[in-house]
């Protein structure tokens, strides 16, 4: 069935699907309405400021995190994947992940303790029911995508609000900071993240049949990679760089850093 259905009078369908698969879960709601309420306290400075600063940074990492997910899940399901509606990946729910532990957890701990956006696996795409290899790579493509609209758009609203406190400042460039590291580790062609599952589909059989292998250690080929200094070096004065260009402050952002620490005040 395609379009809008209402067989036999139930709930309305959406190519197939119930509507309800569709609509945000309690969960992703609370988060955003954390993430709205510890802004506002980050602004007018209320309590621990440094409280305020973590809660803001944590809650608007973990909606950024269910976004990217959402963007993989929706791309997915336009491209012909109905199961991702049926898994509840459309609902933005971070719970319905499959390893919420890599996806949700991890990434926060690295965030706190080493300011860098961690990629997370998390939706499971069946992609024997997507037809071609361009449809692939746009379900991979999907997820970084969202990470650097969130760039753009926090560092947007960070030239927008100059004059704000300056706890609040550096909560939001520590937030474009963790997108543009999250932008770029996704985009790195490491087989099971999403710029190697990119070119995936593209690669000879043999190649493929490499890739394959490799695909489920991908978070420990990041981590192998990132430990070496050299490498290591290259791929973040990458990032520095390109924060540079975009005019993204790093004193501010290492302020928010800091700050995040509440902890060790």
Not at 7 to 25: K, Q
Not at 137 to 142: F, H, I, K, N, P
Not at 173 to 179: C, R, T
Request: hydrophobic share 55%; proline share 8%.
């Amino acid at each position: 069935m395609t379009g809008y259905d209402r067989p036999g009078g139930g709930e309305p369908l959406v190519l197939g699907v119930p509507r309800a698969a569709f609509r945000p879960s309690p969960v992703f709601l609370a988060l955003v309405a954390l993430f709205v309420t510890s802004a506002v306290l980050t602004w007018h400075r209320v309590g621990n400021v440094r409280l305020d600063v973590f809660l803001f940074v944590v809650s608007g990492w973990l909606v950024s995190l269910c976004l990217h997910e959402y963007a993989h899940a929706v791309v997915a399901f336009r491209a012909g994947d109905q199961s991702v509606a049926h898994r509840g990946y459309l609902t933005l729910n971070p719970l319905k992940y499959s390893h919420p532990l890599l996806s949700i957890v991890l990434p926060v701990v690295v965030v706190l303790l080493g300011g860098i956006g961690l990629p997370g696996g998390a939706v499971w795409v069946d992609r024997h029911r997507i037809p071609g290899r361009l449809r692939h790579t746009l379900v991979s493509l999907a997820g970084p995508a969202t990470n650097v609209l969130f760039t753009l758009v926090l560092i947007l609203a960070l030239r927008l609000t100059g004059s704000a406190p300056l706890e609040f400042l550096a909560a939001l460039a520590l937030l474009a900071f963790l997108q543009l590291t999250a932008s770029a580790l996704n985009l790195l062609p490491v087989p099971g993240l999403d710029g190697g599952n990119m070119i995936q589909p593209w690669l000879n059989p043999q190649w493929r049949r490499m890739y394959d292998l490799f695909a489920p250690y991908g978070f420990i080929l990041l981590f192998a990679l990132l430990w070496n200094p050299r490498i290591a070096g290259w791929f973040f004065g990458a990032v520095f760089a390109v924060g540079d260009a975009l005019g993204l402050p790093a004193p501010l952002y290492a302020l928010g850093l800091d700050l995040i620490r509440f902890w060790s005040s």
